[in-house]
C-alpha cells in the first residue's frame, strides 16, 4: 500500500461560486469530495484542511503553518506530500518549505488550479491526479506539478499572461 500526504491550503482549486455575493470565494472544503472520485488502487491518501484562503491572502504566518504541518506529518510518517495550494503565491510557499527542509527524504509536491474544481474547463482534477501520480515517481525535492509538467520549486514561475506555469532560470525567483 502506497502512503501519500495532502495537505489543503484553498486557493482557486476550492473555489465556489457564491450566488449571494456573485463572487467566486473559498468557502467549502472540496478536495476530500474530488478525492472520493478518483480510482486510487494500493494508495491511501490521509487529507489535512489547513486553511481555505486565496494565496495572495496568505502571509509569512500562514506559511509557517504549512511549515509546521509539513513538518509534524513527515515527523508521523516519511512519505510523499501534496500540498493544494492557490497559484498565485504557491512557488514562494515551495522556496519557503525548500529553504527550511534542506535534509528533506520525499517529494513534496505543490498544485492546484487555475479554474476551480467542478467548473467547465477546470484543470484542478487533472492536476490533482498528477500530483498524487508524481508524489511517488519524482525523485526527493519540492515540486510544482500541473498542466503535465513537473518543475523543480526554484526553476518556475506563473505566466499570468499565458495562465500557466512556465520555466526560468535557477535563482531568478
Known amino acids: 500500500m502506497r502512503f501519500i500526504h495532502l495537505l489543503s491550503c484553498g486557493g482557486t482549486i476550492e473555489k465556489i461560486y457564491s450566488e449571494r455575493t456573485g463572487a467566486v470565494v473559498n468557502v467549502e472544503d472540496k478536495i476530500v469530495r474530488y478525492l472520493e472520485r478518483l480510482r486510487l488502487p494500493e494508495t491511501e491518501v490521509e487529507t489535512t484542511r489547513l486553511m481555505n484562503k486565496d ?3 496568505m502571509d509569512d504566518g500562514d506559511r509557517q503553518v504549512v511549515l509546521d504541518a509539513v513538518q509534524a506529518k513527515l ?3 516519511a512519505a510523499p506530500l501534496v500540498i493544494t495550494h492557490g497559484t498565485d503565491t504557491m512557488v514562494e510557499t515551495g522556496l519557503r518549505l525548500k529553504q527550511a527542509l534542506p535534509g528533506l527524504a520525499v517529494p513534496i509536491i505543490l498544485t492546484g488550479a487555475m479554474t476551480p474544481l467542478g467548473f467547465e474547463n477546470s ?3 487533472q492536476n490533482l491526479t498528477e500530483s498524487l501520480f508524481a508524489a511517488h515517481v519524482l525523485p526527493v525535492g519540492v515540486w510544482l506539478v500541473m ?3 513537473a518543475f523543480p520549486i526554484d526553476r ?3 505566466d499570468r499572461a499565458l495562465a ?3 520555466w526560468t532560470d535557477a535563482g531568478s525567483q
Open 123 to 125: 484543470d484542478g482534477l
Open 55 to 57: 494565496s495572495l491572502e
Open 147 to 149: 498542466h503535465g509538467q
Open 164 to 166: 500557466r506555469f512556465v
Open 156 to 158: 518556475v514561475r506563473k
Open 75 to 77: 515527523s508521523e510518517r
